[in-house]
């Protein structure tokens, strides 16, 4: 009985181990999945770069005193969620919560800023029915907006379900897998920052 016990023990944590493997492997296939969304949102706004159609331009409206804040709250928080994934490693659960709280308020400020931006621009009069440019920016820089803000969501379900359960096989590969979907966001407004906002000043 005892070795029917262990095996049966057996079984049910390599199908556990292979249902983590095939989350983790989702993951990266989301992530693949995002890679060529980002792709070919990046080629549609190369080719609309000098669409302006009479509009205004980015050389024109970007003011990038804000755009630089926006990228130093990004990093910043790419750098919390680093040490929240230490804090984890420490088996620190109150820590962990913490950067993480303190990752999605930076977050938030960044969405903040960016709506504002918006608004700004939506004022100046370059709307996404401006012109091929205005609409290619607005899609581009939105979705990583929109990322940034499902990524909020998901890091406050961490937060509740570490409250829960602490830190455990499961948690630990979603936390994993946060920090790396952050770190990726912060890899792709790097690009955004260089291709948009700074070759539109120049």
Known sequence: MATNHD????????HH???????????WIFVVTDCVLFGTLFATYA?????????PTGQELFQLPGVIASTFILLTSSFTSGLAV????KGNVKQL????????????SFVVLEVTEFMHLMSEGATMATS???????T?????????????FWMTALMMQLKRRGISAV???KITNFSLYWHFLDVVWIFLFTVVYLMGVM
């Open 7 to 14: 095996h049966g023990h057996g079984h049910d944590h390599d």
């Open 132 to 138: 091929g440019y205005w609409s290619a920016f607005y």
């Open 86 to 89: 230490l804090a984890m490693n």
């Open 17 to 27: 181990e292979e249902h983590e493997q095939l989350k983790v492997l989702g993951f």
């Open 171 to 173: 948690t630990r590969r």
């Open 140 to 152: 581009l820089v939105g979705t990583h907006g929109l990322h940034v803000t499902l990524g909020l």
């Open 97 to 108: 919560i913490a950067w993480l709280a303190v990752t999605g308020l930076l977050g938030l």
């Open 47 to 55: 080719v609309m770069m000098n669409s302006f159609a009479g509009g």
